[in-house]
């Protein structure tokens, strides 16, 4: 069974510029979620979707990060403009979807290491 | 406000001896519990996961942990480490009603020959 897809794995660029990442669930997972782990700190969850709907976004930075998923499989997470602030690895991660306010097991792709300069 | 804690930023151990590793969290309810792996280069991968029944709960690779709600912890042990165990351990909780999941600060396991 494949794994959770992730792309690019490493991206550089300058502040003010915009950056996209994309995220390719495992096959007939319909919770997919996008994380932001700094250096030195645990993953943070930024956005969760089950399907194509946006489940929770209470933590995305809304003024500068967007994400969907279209068709409900893959998502794409956009940062515009970049602060140095960002500079970090993001994870994408995928799960059965979650019933009655459970939580499925979650599995995680490589991520993508994010530095803005 | 929920949140994880792990008192341990890094740990060394010998290979062949115990480990211990710590995690509190502070949340109303019991919340879904999970311990994560992460490997140098490698992705997050679920060790164990709780959120009823028997509090003592097997995973791979030889970890356990146990749930003790009277400590709002959480702790993962192994009897015996080995070398490949090296790496960064993560708790992480889930609210029981809400969209809420937190990660702790990581705790970084170093195995010694």
């Known amino acids: 069974e494949a794994g959770v897809a992730q792309s690019p794995r490493y991206k550089i660029i300058e502040k003010r510029q915009s950056v996209a990442f994309w995220c390719n669930p495992i096959?007939?997972?319909?919770?997919l979620y996008w994380y932001q782990q700094i250096l030195g700190q645990g993953p943070k969850l930024l956005i969760q979707?089950?399907?194509?709907?946006?489940?929770?976004d209470s933590q995305l930075p809304k003024d500068r990060f967007s994400a969907e998923r279209l068709k409900g499989v893959d998502s794409t997470l956009k940062i515009q403009p970049a602060k140095l602030e960002d500079s970090a690895v993001y994870l994408c991660?995928?799960?059965?979807?979650?019933?009655?306010?459970?939580?499925?097991?979650?599995?995680f792709g490589p991520g993508t290491r994010l530095l803005v300069l | 406000a929920q949140s994880v804690t792990q008192p341990d930023i890094h740990i060394t151990v010998s290979e062949g001896a115990s480990l211990e590793l710590r995690c509190n969290y502070s949340?109303?309810?019991?919340?879904?519990l999970f311990w994560y792996v992460q490997s140098p280069g490698q992705g997050l991968q679920l060790l164990l996961k709780?959120?009823?029944?028997?509090?003592l709960v097997q995973g791979i690779k030889g970890f356990e942990a146990e749930f003790k709600r009277s400590q709002s912890s959480f702790n993962l042990r192994k009897p015996s480490v080995h070398w490949s165990d090296a790496a960064e351990y993560f708790c992480?909780?889930?609210?029981?009603?809400?969209?809420?999941?937190?990660f702790g600060t990581g705790t970084s396991l170093t195995v010694i020959p």
């Open positions: 991660a995928s799960s059965l979807v979650r019933s009655s306010g459970g939580w499925e097991t979650q599995y």
């Open positions: 096959s007939g997972h319909a919770t």
């Open positions: 979707f089950q399907n194509n709907g946006v489940v929770d």
């Open positions: 949340y109303g309810a019991t919340p879904y």
């Open positions: 709780y959120f009823s029944g028997d509090t």
């Open positions: 992480a909780v889930g609210a029981y009603t809400g969209n809420q999941f937190y």
